[in-house]
């Protein structure tokens, strides 16, 4: 009945999955990824649902993606039906798209198609996202879990997903070596620099991944940093020296650190103040296991902070502080108090607490943690109560000075309520009597006291045994006790009955003459009790003791058998010997090894080759190497697409200009304002180490940068044409906002045009120089999107040497990273269109994006304009001709006239691009303002009065 | 690296399973049930537990299980962290992390995990790229999406996975620009029965709600920020600058997100805002007891103690309370044998004061130990360590932003021994 309900309503989900309704087809995914949530079957589906692989809904696409991880694997052939899709799917151009296809391929886990994945993956690694090289990284471990014998291949691929700088790899892949091939350590050399500098800019997992493969890096390359502190160190010194030779060694060749060793260092510190625990965490156990030992305390701060987190989170973190606290005390001793436990917390917590705060214990300390021990013992959680009984039997033992007061504690809790506890302070106190038995006679007769009390079989036996091995410093109380016992006998535990019997024959042979007779009696009994264990142990005892004709030569030494002294049981943390296992790991946890653990290998005696890490760089080749072919180069642009030929020529003449910098270049232009033709020359500006190339109209820039100059500048030919397009494109609001703030810069710079009774051409409208070239840059690229390289741009207000249709920008480039910044250049997969050359490009041969970060350059509506000079006459008459006239007028209170004593302020300007006019005017009719713009681009000049009004509002006060 | 995923809640029902890799049968759960049965409270089961060829490491939060399976080494923290951090995502997403939400929104909770992790290894965790990748569930969109067919799930890569600052999405637009940011101390203490500390030390939280256009770049600055022992940033915080200025210097993710945490130790002196003297003592004969507490103000600053609750748990012999408060009303739940005791406002005026005597299962020994009180506490308008924001820039946008900081004290793990 019930099966067939279950597969009616199957039926009807295979209806609607073949229905021509989307959002049918949708609700069944969903009721079905509902079921497989549940864990029901819903393989019989797997023909219905497999048809809507290739769907158009996206939603509906990654159900059926689930659904198919899902059950792929027990219906192989029926998988197969998917895979030409998710193989269409791979070449799509959205990343997403390639991404998550290859996700899937990689995850239904057919092996038929092993050669296909290995296809996929071989191809996705060298994709353009990085986004789709993170998930091949991923891949890599699927197949290799599906099919161990392509680890050849797949080591080919780790390698090279292993050169690829960006973050977002490197986690992933390092995993994937992890996992395929953790013991090619050499794949690594070459990159282990790269990943230490990345590794701040990692996400968190991969951080956490990258972090416990490089301590196992750096355990086999470099020597270890140990023995040199050993001379400071206040612990066990015999831990750090393997043999006295070592040390005339060492003494004789001072330790240097590798500078590599001590780049991880360095650069892993900052983690410590992650937020995430399993990064602190690891960081923690790369200064555990790599950095020298006085460096070591940084981490304890970070430690003791993970302790406010969660539960499981305190549970880990604690048992690697056991681990620690046992070898170096001194690190966690100011922080006791942290360990101080709580009413509130779980119980293995508290054992943890108390486990610590037990290795933390020295004679400074002791009382401090006596005291609060005291308070445990009243706790409610009696385990918790045993455990910090036990706790101080250990501080007994270790702090000799604290022995006699831990004892006399313990005796007092011997009239405690609670059983455990009492039975918990017996046999402390026993393993305490036993490192020190004779003086202390009167705690045993205490204990014999309490006898009877004492329920506890475990306690009670714990009595006896001690009233048996130190019966001679009690020689009137053991017997009695003895007589006690013969008549509880049957009613006791098997444990009890074994330390009675025990009793009995130990007194028989110090003190035969009182108890010759309870002892027969205790044998007797014994000798019919139902546990074997105590027949087996009466019969022994009783040949050994009684000595009669049968018995051999042992009962001569029967009492050098019973009575001989036994060692003290030590008393010793259970995480004595965990450090064995690399700290932060499950196997440390369990303290066993965990399948797939990795041992650290000891240091290595001899640091092995260190130049394997090098890396080479390739040397740039400098400005003045190429100077002649670039000039030639750049003669050849001038002839294409510009009207004045000589600004082209000044390039040259500039580039010896080394110490121009931006000041100097800017007040210089505004001396020059009056002489408006002679500055058009000279105005041209490169700055040293800047190169600069155009072929042809459409193309951009080149530039190079030398590592070694952290600062450059470059000047940048962009066609006006394009920063048009790129305008009406993206006209977002973060387009308008970084307008307004050049808008008063506008202003000023088209107000100077203002009457100026000028030359004034009729037809070709002559350019005139800026007054004001504003010093604001923009930013292009922030430091922390481009990793290091930021630039800004800023617009110089030149004439443009290349073209009069051109924009003048100046770009600075700068880098922030301590790495060197290679092959900067200006990708050609613009969206625009646009193309780019690069000059000097260093290893031309990679064609291999590294690193790209999209940016836009997003001027103001002003610096597309260029001054120009005519009179007042010439300008209304303008106003009049210009057919297509773009009027707005718009009232804006104001009661400020902006800079000028007259009534109306006109500006006049054209274009960059087309050279067509725009003419402004701003009448000031107080407390209004009136603004009319006259311009045949009506973008121009609707996005030039928006910021007008915008300007005109702010400077309102 | 995580195997499979199984929610299970307090009663021991399985009810969500998630495998990354093959599947692992649900039975694997039974070597969590067992320590589940032996650790009695659900707090005390151990978060790692062995099975013969499997690892299980569970969380216990908001009254469920998350128990994944490992099957090699990975470090604990790791999975712990994760799915620590899977559960904030439930409670991001759907308001709160339980049950019965779990079970609601099943689908976008598997779409979830399969965006999350991919091969047991995690793949998207921050929640900005999540959510432009599976939308959150809002009952409009949800009614919308069931006439029109749309989806959740966004078709293109989220801006964030690409970049560096992978926590904040681009093209962010707001109308009011805001930002906000509460800085929340907890004092962790420990009194003894006289009052005098044995420990105490204060944690504190930078929590922020930023909302701003565009990608601001802010700057933080303290006062007195030498106050500081041990800090812990956001990914997005810039070590370096804190490291040289002691500034703040972040692009920050959008809308809520903690900032920072830091930690002042007990190294320094920790003001504690209220004392508190009880007696609570059990009589050798008659199975009775008697409790008398007062809570008085102590170290305020002149802010007023607000949210006042005494919380004592009872000896298992406790049978019931009969008690007296000249202030708030009091609880006892002879179940859990907890004593509740909500005062709200401290009056310095007139002390709180809960008296009264309590019975105890008659024939049953005196207990022997003696309970402690747990207080909570909330002082508005302070900041118990002192810290002081002292201002806050921003950069790289051109508006200006509303700004406001809050401070708040609270009781974090504060007891008082008896």
Known sequence: MLNHRFLCRNEDLKEMLESNKESLKLEAMKRIVGLIAKGKNASELFPAVVKNVASKNIELKKLVYVYLVRYAEEQQDLALLSISTFQRALKDPNQLIRASALRVLSSIRVPIIVPIMMLAIKEAATDLSPYVRKTAAHAIQKLYSLDPDQKEHLIEVIEKLLKDKSTLVAGSVVMAFEEVCPDRIDLIHKNYRKLCNLLVDVEEWGQVVIIHMLTRYARTQFVSPWREDAMFDENNEKAFYDSEEERKVEQTKPYIMDPDHRLLLRNTKPLLQSRNTAVVMAVSQLYWHLAPKHELSIITKSLVRLLRSHREVQYVVLQNIATMSIQRKGMFEPFMKSFYVRSTDATHIKTLKLEILTNLANEANISTILREFQTYVKSQDKAFAAATIQAIGRCATNISEVTDTCLNGLVLLLSNRDETVVAESVVVIKKLLQTQPSQHSDIIKHMAKLFDNITVPMARASILWLMGEYCEHVPKIAPDVLRKMAKTFTNEEDIVKLQIVNLAAKLYLTNSKQTKLLTQYILNLGKYDQNYDIRDRTRFIRQLIVPNEKSGALSKYARRILMAPKPAPVLQSAFKDRDRFQLGTLSHTLNSQASGYLELSDWPAVAPDQSVRNVEVVEPKFYSDSEEEEEEEEEGSSSEGSSSSSSEESVSESESEENSDDSNKSSSSQSEKSSSESDSEKKKKTLKNKKLQQQKPDILIITYLPPQIMQKTLLLIIMTKYILIHIVLSISTQFFVNCMCSLLHLCVFLACQFDVVSWHVHVSLQASSPVFVPETSHELLHRMTGKGLSAQYRFTRQPCIYGNSMVSLQLTLSNSSDQALENIHISEKSSTGQNIHRFNAIGERHTTKEDEFSVSIQPAVGELLLPITMSEADFTKEQGNTNTSYWHADETPTNRPIHFSVCISRFAGKTVSSGSLVLVSVALKDPDAVITINTEKTVIGSMLLRQFKTALTNSCP | ?418
């Open chain 2, 1 to 418: 690296m995580i195997h499979s995923l199984f929610l299970i809640n307090n009663a021991g029902d399985l009810f969500l399973e998630k495998h990354w890799k093959s599947v692992i049968s649900r039975s694997i759960c039974d070597y969590f049930f067992e320590a589940r049965e032996k650790a009695v409270e659900p707090d005390n089961v151990p978060p790692v537990i062995r099975s013969p060829h499997h690892y299980l490491i569970n969380i216990y939060r908001e009254k469920i299980f998350f128990v994944s399976v490992i099957q090699t080494e990975v470090p604990p923290l790791f999975v712990i962290e994760f799915l620590h951090r899977v559960a904030e995502t439930f409670q991001d997403y759907f308001g709160e992390c339980s049950e019965t939400t779990i079970k609601d929104n099943v689908v976008i909770v598997y779409e979830l995990l399969e965006e999350m992790l991919d091969n047991g290894f995690p793949l998207a965790t921050e929640s900005n790229i999540l959510k432009e990748l599976i939308r959150p569930p809002t009952i409009l969109r949800s009614m919308v999406n069931t006439i029109t067919g749309s989806s959740n799930v966004g078709e293109t890569l989220p801006t964030g996975q690409l970049s560096s600052i992978p926590w904040r999405r681009a093209g962010v637009k707001y109308t009011n620009n805001e930002a906000y940011f509460d800085v929340v101390e907890e004092i962790d203490a420990i009194l003894d029965k006289s009052g005098t500390t044995v420990f105490a030390e204060i944690q504190g939280v930078i929590d922020a709600c930023v909302k701003l256009s565009g990608m601001p770049d802010l700057s933080l600055s303290f006062m007195n920020p030498r106050l500081l022992d041990d800090v812990s940033f956001h990914p997005c915080v810039r070590y370096k600058r804190w490291e040289s200025e002691r500034v703040i210097s972040f692009i920050p993710p959008d809308g809520n997100f903690q900032l920072m945490s830091y930690h002042i130790s007990a190294q320094n002196l920790v003001a504690i805002p209220i004392y508190v003297k009880q007696n609570i003592s059990f009589f050798e004969t008659g199975s009775s007891g008697r409790l008398d507490i007062t809570v008085g103000p102590k170290q305020t600053m002149g802010k007023t103690v607000e949210c006042l609750v005494v919380t004592v748990h009872m000896p298992k012999v406790v049978l019931s309370a009969n008690l007296n408060a000249t202030q708030g009303t009091y609880n006892y739940d002879p179940v859990t044998k907890i004593l509740l005791w909500d005062i709200g406002k401290l009056n310095p005026q007139k002390l709180p004061n809960l008296k009264g005597s309590l019975s105890l299962q008659s024939g049953a020994p005196k207990p022997e130990e003696s309970p402690s009180l747990n207080i909570d506490l909330k002082i508005q308008q302070l900041a118990i360590s002192g810290l002081k924001v002292n201002r806050l820039d921003m950069y790289g946008e051109k508006y200006k932003p509303f700004k406001g900081v809050k401070y708040v004290t609270k009781a974090g793990k504060f007891q008082v021994r008896t």
